[in-house]
Each structure stands twice: as structure tokens, then as C-alpha cells.
T-cell receptor, first 113, second 119 residues
Framework: QKEVEQNSGPLSVPEGAIASLNCTYSDRGSQSFFWYRQYSGKSPELIMSIYSNGDKEDGRFTAQLNKASQYVSLLIRDSQPSDSATYLCAVIQGSSNTGKLIFGQGTTLQVKP | DTEVTQTPKHLVMGMTNKKSLKCEQHMGHRAMYWYKQKAKKPPELMFVYSYEKLSINESVPSRFSPECPNSSLLNLHLHALQPEDSALYLC??????????????????FGPGTRLTVT
């Protein structure tokens, strides 16, 4: 079992729809969860961090965390073509006494006009 | 301000060359990282410096040599690289690296990267 798993996609949604990106993790003690957006040829950009169960909203983005199910998701409302990118889920494992990020393989999102 | 800068943006080098990548941040962060990213793969951690001391070396070949001259600067010295070392090299920083009370201290911010081609 991979430490952090994402569906590689591509996930294709029409413009204006809600895009739902999912991530599962194996370490039950993990406490820190991050979503990065990466455009082709560019570096990862931190768009959301979440540490507690529940929802965290920032503009069109909502991160959801369910530690019991070991599941974290990212919802993008009113998707725009400019949201087309690879979204990386990253976790800091609870067993780590460092801040080492464990990345998923990334989900490619395509928003069609 | 969450800016991390990297130079150069692009680098082409032969297998016998010696070159260096540079990274700088002025956010007062005490942890700095080097990652390597190949196409369609997530970033792979190479090195971590915490309070200017090397904390993690992820079994990186010795042809890659990191250096942290001060808390704002991070260098990666390259020597005798192989074509398979061609990749995007990313620098990142965070407030902290070791365990602390504030989980937000571990948020890592990436620089724009250096695209390295080894010929």
C-alpha cells in the first residue's frame, strides 16, 4: 500500500462545475495535510493546508479531512480553465519527528470551456 | 511574502562540468529543502537543512553536494553528473522542520525551480 494515494486522472470537468480531488493516506497518526497545485513546467504552489477534521474553505477551494477514514479531499467550485493543472496531495506522517512531506502521485485536472 | 527565489532558471551542463544551483528566501524560515522532480512524478526529497545544519540526506549520490552558507541561502553543487540527473530541481523552505507545537510551521513553499539538462 502506498503511503499517499491519489487517482492520477485525468479528471475532466466542464467549466463552472465542481471538481472533486481525493487522497488517502496510510499512516493513521498523520496530522498535517497539504494540497499543492502544479502547472505544467512550473513548481508546486501551496493552495491549502488542513490539520483538523472537517472542512476548511478559502475562496473557491475547500479542503476536507476525515482522519477516521484516512481521507482528505479538495473541492474546487466554479472550476475555470485556469484551474487545469496537476494537484498534489502531501502528508506529514505522525510517526515522523520531522516535517518530511510524503507526496501522492498527483491528479491531473482538465477544465473544459 | 512567501517568495523563494532560485537561480539559474535553466542550466545545461556536460558530464565533466561543475556548476551550482542557488536558492534564497527572506521569510525568516529556518528549514530549507532540495527536491528533484522528474516529468509526471511528484517531487523527491534530496536534502533538508534545519537551522543551517544538514538534517536529512536521502541517500543522494555524492555528485550532489549541498551547502547552507547562512539561514537565507542554500546551494547545491553539481559535479560529474549523469544524463539521468536531468530534472527540475526545486528549493523549498518552511518555518520549522523538527517537531514543534505549530503544525503550520511545516508548510513548505517552493521556488520556481531550475531546469537542469545534463548532456
Amino acid at each position: 500500500q502506498k503511503e499517499v494515494e491519489q487517482n492520477s486522472g485525468p479528471l475532466s470537468v466542464p467549466e463552472g462545475a465542481i471538481a472533486s480531488l481525493n487522497c488517502t493516506y496510510s499512516d493513521r497518526g498523520s496530522q498535517s495535510f497539504f494540497w499543492y497545485r502544479q502547472y505544467s513546467g512550473k513548481s508546486p504552489e501551496l493552495i491549502m493546508s488542513i490539520y483538523s477534521n472537517g472542512d476548511k474553505e478559502d475562496g473557491r477551494f475547500t479542503a476536507q479531512l476525515n482522519k477516521a477514514s484516512q481521507y482528505v479531499s479538495l473541492l474546487i467550485r466554479d472550476s475555470q480553465p485556469s484551474d487545469s493543472a496537476t494537484y498534489l496531495c502531501a502528508v506529514i506522517q505522525g510517526s515522523s519527528n520531522t516535517g518530511k512531506l510524503i507526496f501522492g502521485q498527483g491528479t491531473t485536472l482538465q477544465v473544459k470551456p | 511574502d512567501t517568495e523563494v527565489t532560485q537561480t539559474p532558471k535553466h542550466l545545461v551542463m556536460g558530464m565533466t562540468n561543475k556548476k551550482s544551483l542557488k536558492c534564497e528566501q527572506h521569510m525568516g524560515h529556518r528549514a530549507m529543502y532540495w527536491y528533484k522532480q522528474k516529468a509526471k512524478k511528484p517531487p523527491e526529497l534530496m536534502f533538508v537543512y534545519s537551522y543551517e545544519k544538514l538534517s536529512i540526506n536521502e541517500s543522494v549520490p555524492s555528485r550532489f553536494s549541498p551547502e547552507c552558507p547562512n539561514s537565507s541561502l542554500l546551494n547545491l553543487h553539481l559535479h560529474a553528473l549523469q544524463p539521468e540527473d536531468s530534472a527540475l530541481y526545486l528549493c523549498a523552505s518552511s518555518q520549522e522542520f523538527r517537531t514543534g507545537p505549530f503544525l503550520s510551521s511545516y508548510e513548505q513553499y517552493f521556488g520556481p525551480g531550475t531546469r537542469l539538462t545534463v548532456t
